[in-house]
């Protein structure tokens, strides 16, 4: 069975970093992408960022470009999202999902979804 546990989130100040990461299990991943979504109060879920879990090819939205960067460490299983400069608008739970490698922006392309880990940025 497939697992997806995110961890990292928090509450930190305009201008700070957090690293979220998203430990993976149940399966081999080397045919898979791993993508990290968001949802803020309101809003629809919305892509950040992605990576291909055999070759490493990453994508981004436009909104965290140059601020997010997505990784994967093969060995822990693990996919991790640095996020810096940090604004008021990152604030919302964010969420990993692995899906086949063709998988990139949209929700409804990911088969298994985490439960989230809540990103509070104060301005």
């Known amino acids: 069975q497939v697992q997806l546990v995110e961890s990292g989130g928090g509450l930190v100040q305009a201008g700070g970093s957090l690293r979220l990461s998203c430990a993976a299990s149940?399966?081999?991943?080397?045919?898979?992408?791993i993508g990290w979504f968001r949802q803020a109060p309101g809003k629809d879920r919305e892509f950040v960022s992605r990576?291909?879990?055999?070759?490493?090819?990453?994508a981004y939205a436009g909104s965290v470009k140059g601020r997010f960067t997505i990784s994967r460490d093969n060995a822990k299983n693990t996919v991790y999202l640095q996020m810096n400069s940090l604004k008021p608008e990152d604030t919302a739970v964010y969420y990993c999902?692995?899906?086949?490698?063709?998988?990139?922006?949209?929700?409804?392309?990911?088969?298994?979804w985490g439960q989230g880990t809540q990103v509070t940025v104060s301005s």
């Open positions: 990576i291909t879990w055999s070759s490493g090819n990453t």
């Open positions: 999902a692995a899906g086949y490698s063709s998988s990139y922006y949209g929700v409804g392309e990911y088969n298994y």
């Open positions: 149940g399966r081999s991943f080397d045919s898979f992408a």
